[in-house]
Antibody, heavy 123, light 108 residues
């Protein structure tokens, strides 16, 4: 069965960097686009970034553009989120999700989610 | 940046129909998706492409979209349907995903 397991969260000071990982198993990783979605404590969901199945295209929310980088390593079946210049407002649980649809056709949606990893940005 | 607007809360009695709306300027040209999130759990898609229901989702969940508004309808809401519901869509460029602010559904 499909499993997505995030790791790499923790407490980090403002302005510092952190890299999240998401280990995927139970499906052919290279066939699916992948997203990061975050949720601040007690708040709603926020879409963060998408990477296409082949890594050829990446899209970001305005709130993280220029600071975060999404990437994937097919040989390791792992999705990454490099987060630089972290701010207090980046504090959230970060989920990786699998895209069942086709972003080009406008039919993307998230069918599997990891359990999330908590990132806390605080001095 | 693009926004999707949902009511913060909706409350119904068991067996009644719950309707949760989501409004956005790009909705006439973009699909809407609905996610259910119960406390402490990851979200689950309950409606995709405006009105399609994934396998395993009860028939009481339905979706529709007209103009700039999409609606999630739960016909005969059950206590177990209490959760936060989020709509999701894309901005007009199609390059960014956006969630609505979420609606807390209370069934009591």
């Amino acid at each position: 069965q499909v499993h997505l397991v995030e790791s790499g969260g923790g407490v980090v000071q403002p302005g510092r960097s952190l890299r999240l990982s998401c280990a995927a198993s139970g499906f052919t990783f290279s066939d699916y686009g992948m997203h990061w979605v975050r949720q601040a404590p007690g708040k709603g969901l926020e879409w963060v970034a998408l990477i296409w199945y082949d890594g050829s295209n990446k899209y970001y929310a305005d709130s993280v553009k220029g600071r975060f980088t999404i990437s994937r390593d097919t040989s390791k079946n792992t999705l990454y989120l490099q987060m630089n210049s972290l701010r207090a407002e980046d504090t959230a649980v970060y989920y990786c999700t699998r895209d069942l649809g086709d972003w080009n056709l406008g039919t993307s949606y998230f069918d599997y989610w990891g359990q999330g990893t908590l990132v806390t940005v605080s001095s | 940046s693009y926004e999707l607007t949902q009511p913060p809360s909706v409350s119904v009695s068991p067996g009644q129909t719950a309707r949760i709306t989501c409004s956005g300027n790009a909705l006439p040209k973009k699909y809407t998706y609905w996610y259910q999130q119960k406390s402490g759990q990851a979200p689950v898609v309950v409606i995709y492409e405006d009105s399609k229901r994934p396998s395993g989702i009860p028939e009481r969940f339905s979706g529709s979209s007209s103009g700039t508004m999409a609606t999630l309808t739960i016909s005969g809401a059950q206590v177990e349907d209490e959760a936060d519901y989020y709509c999701f869509s894309r901005d007009s460029s199609g390059n960014q995903g956006v969630f609505g602010g979420g609606t807390k559904l209370t069934v009591l």
